[in-house]
């Protein structure tokens, strides 16, 4: 089953922050966020695997709660270049890991 | 940086007819999967190969489609008999393998079944 991502968009000002949550009903490995312009390919943002971690890039960091199946990923002081929409991309077998992707979180920035 | 890389970029074609995908993934990675993307959905998972063979492939991947590694660099995804509901942009991702490390998305090759 495809993870479930919430909010389905969310618009915001400039400077403002962001929460995109990230649920999943099977067990999961890691899970994978990206972001895709329109027409672009997804960009790989950070990876997490199951422990409860918290990861950082630059303004944008997540965390991953292993027991309820579930990561989220924060957006700090948003920047217009942070439009786009944001998969989540779950991992549940180790080895070939095939990642399995919610349905995206439309981002959008304005001045 | 090295880049997964696909070509065409763009392909139209008529329904019934064969379309091969390429697609050089980076090249020290192990794992190429291919995944699609129709208009205004989610990225849904196609197959994925691994050691020269498929280690998974999704209810979509049935008969009408292939996958290759011909030579030391190429990965192509083959549509034997395109459908309309074919029309989708089409990802190879790559990886290299390894706990930490996640899939390499190439820009796609939009396909246009007509």
């Known amino acids: 089953q495809q993870p479930v991502q919430s909010p389905q968009a969310v618009i915001l000002r400039e400077g403002e922050d962001a929460v995109i949550n990230c649920s999943s009903s099977k067990a999961l490995y890691s899970v994978h966020w990206y972001r895709q312009k329109h027409g672009e390919a997804p960009v790989f943002l950070m990876i997490?695997?199951?422990?409860?971690e918290q990861k950082g890039h630059e303004k944008i960091s997540a965390s991953f709660n292993e027991k309820k199946q579930q990561s989220s990923l924060y957006l700090t002081a948003s920047q217009l270049s942070y439009s786009g929409t944001y998969f989540c991309?779950?991992?549940?077998?180790?080895?070939?890991?095939?990642?399995?992707f919610g349905t995206g979180t439309r981002l959008t920035i304005i001045p | 940086e090295p880049e997964v890389t696909q070509t065409p970029s763009h392909q139209v074609t008529q329904m019934g007819q064969e379309v091969i995908l390429r697609c050089v993934p980076i090249?020290?990675?192990?794992?190429f999967y291919w995944y699609r993307q129709i208009l205004g959905q989610k990225v849904e998972f196609l197959v994925s190969?691994?050691?020269?063979?498929?280690?998974?492939k999704s209810e979509i991947f049935d008969d009408q489609f292939s996958v290759e590694r011909p030579d030391g660099s190429n990965f192509t995804l083959k549509i034997r008999s395109t459908k309309l509901e074919d029309s989708a942009m089409y990802f190879c991702?790559?990886?290299?393998?390894?706990?930490?490390?996640?899939?390499?998305f190439g820009p796609g090759t939009r396909l246009l079944v007509l």
């Open positions: 190969f691994y050691n020269n063979e498929i280690s998974e």
């Open positions: 997490l695997l199951k422990g409860g």
């Open positions: 090249s020290n990675h192990l794992y």
């Open positions: 991702a790559s990886r290299v393998g390894g706990l930490q490390e996640t899939q390499y």
């Open positions: 991309g779950t991992g549940s077998n180790f080895g070939n890991e095939k990642l399995t």
